[in-house]
């Protein structure tokens, strides 16, 4: 605790960021983690992140910051948004610490290259991480989980499913991010006639690809529009 010249009582509090970077590997929806070089946890895998710089350091500064120094992958790559805040009391043994979470989504990269405080950098699948308990260090698990299922949320009502792409893609591959993030099987004409449906949510580049073999396929980039209307509903039988 410390006064401040009013004589109010401030806890003392330190404040970190933690980043849920999520990407598609292999048609499977993977995590990156980092090996923590450092007590506490040392030798234990979380989440990329750490404390802010400087008093003076903002909260986006440092989480594009943290993710350079950790993996070597740089923000302006990255779908990146502030996700919530985490402040039980004891989640850090060090000392009463705040955590600011981020979601960021990225096409597929190369091996991450660890750094800072992290002993090592990689691509875990989801699934595998979520069906250990307690595998991950601090309350990673929950921040982990938390960030999976706000993405899973937006794909019904934004076109965030577009940041898991390359800059041109065909329906079927944006067809498989949802079916990937979301675990479901969807009928790919009813995908088809929504999302093309949909205004600024695709735009046509007047090209095509053959690389998946059979009759060539559309390509499309990103439009303009961020919200769906009508969203694309998990429970539905896009």
Known sequence: ????????????????????????R???????????AEMPYEGKPALPGGFLATESEDLDTAAARELTEETG???????????????????DPRGRVVSVSYL??????PEPEAGGDASDANWMPVRQVLRRRAGLAFDHDRILTDGLEHARRKLEHTTL??????PQFTVTELRNVYEIVWGV??????FY??????????VPTGTQTKQHGGRPAALFRRGTATALYPPILRGSST
């Open 26 to 36: 292999s048609a499977a929806l993977h995590v990156l983690l980092v090996e923590r």
């Open 161 to 166: 499913a577009t940041a898991f792409c390359p």
């Open 1 to 24: 605790m410390t006064q401040n010249d009013d004589g109010w009582t401030i806890p003392l509090v330190a404040i970190a960021v933690d980043l849920v970077i999520l990407t598609i």
């Open 104 to 109: 960021a989504i990225v096409p597929d990269l």
């Open 193 to 202: 006639r929504k999302v093309t449906g949909t205004r600024d949510f695709l």
């Open 185 to 190: 099987r969807l009928d790919h004409r009813n």
């Open 73 to 91: 992958l740089r923000a302006e790559w990255l779908h990146l948004e502030q996700l919530r805040t985490y402040g039980t009391p004891n989640r």
